[in-house]
């Protein structure tokens, strides 16, 4: 079969057949296309169509402070892209060992690292327009989990209240951020913002005051903004307990484990698990406002001194 030349540029084409060979009860076949364009027989170009109709179908997340290799930021991560969805990691610092990270190489096409500080709001700004524009101008999912991590004020009174301030800043003003940056590319009723927060917003130890005041201040911004975003977002909180960040190296004893209920130290899986649940309207699209303890039964338990 072939297209007569010329035949388009005329305003028609005549596909033809060709004829057997002599002695064959055969007859040549003539089919006439009249009206066609010449620009209707152009092959358009769908390079860049090809992959929009993936692209549009995954779920897209921002997760902050996934620097750290075996963070609860990178764990929460690796879940993300391990579960198809198309992602941006933020942190003020590098990625540790990004080249020898197997779920970070297998999934480079979906995946997209951006430095910035979320304490400097031109950064964030600049970061979520960046983040946006590889997410397809779509954000499902805002994971605010950047933090300073130390809880302890330390140093001289000055010293303190710099420290106070870093920790308001970062843990906390940093996540308001964030998510005002990412509203308008949220998509209205299938949107999810979920803060980590701490245990330490509820029990503390001496010389936490800022650490445990801007994790606290965590829990009241998760049900502001769950009222304030109501059929636009869901806003919730998750209270780690104590979880190994330390990829296998902390030496742990068996009064570590004991202490418990559920016999082991908590995992960033334990956490990373929870925000997926937390991230997908389709399973947790009645829960809003809320704050989610995983810390393995501890602060279910009634301590006496010893």
């Known amino acids: 079969m072939m297209l007569e030349p010329d035949a388009a540029a005329r305003g028609f084409a005549r596909l033809v057949f060709p004829a057997r060979p002599a002695g064959t009860n055969h007859t040549r076949l ?60 933020i942190d003020i610092s590098q990625h540790q060992e990004e080249q020898t990270d197997p779920v970070l190489q297998a999934h480079q096409q ?6 910035a500080d979320i304490s400097d709001e031109k950064q964030v700004q600049t970061a979520i327009q960046e983040a946006s ?39 906390l003003s940093g996540a308001f951020l964030m998510s005002e940056a990412c509203l308008p590319f949220m998509p209205h009723g299938d949107a999810s913002i979920v803060h980590i927060s701490s245990v330490r917003a509820h029990f503390s ?48 004893t068996k009064q570590d484990t004991d202490w418990h209920p559920v016999g082991r130290i908590g995992a960033p899986k334990d956490i990373a698990q929870a925000v997926l649940f937390l991230a997908d309207s389709s399973k947790a699209g009645f829960i809003t406002g809320q704050e989610l303890t995983i810390d393995g039964g501890v602060t279910a338990k009634l301590v006496y001194p010893e």
């Open 110 to 115: 979906q995946y997209k690292f951006i430095q």
């Open 205 to 252: 130890e001496p010389n936490s005051e800022g650490y445990g005041s801007a994790k606290a201040g965590l829990i009241g911004l998760t049900r502001a903004q769950a009222v304030s975003l109501a059929q636009h977002a869901r806003v919730n909180a998750i209270l780690p307990g104590w979880i190994d960040t330390s990829g296998g190296s902390m030496e742990l």
């Open 133 to 171: 524009s590889f997410l397809q101008r779509s954000i499902n999912c805002l994971v605010n989990n950047a933090g300073i991590a130390q809880p302890y004020l330390e140093g001289n009174h000055s010293q303190r209240i710099q420290s106070w301030q870093n920790y308001i800043a970062t843990n």
């Open 30 to 89: 003539q089919l006439w296309f009249v009206n066609i364009q010449a620009s209707d027989l152009a092959v358009p170009d769908t390079s860049e169509r090809l992959a929009s109709p993936v692209l549009c179908e995954m779920k897209t997340a921002v997760v902050s402070g996934t620097g750290t290799r075996h963070g609860l930021g990178r764990g929460i991560l690796h879940a993300f892209l391990q579960e198809g969805w198309r992602c941006v990691g």
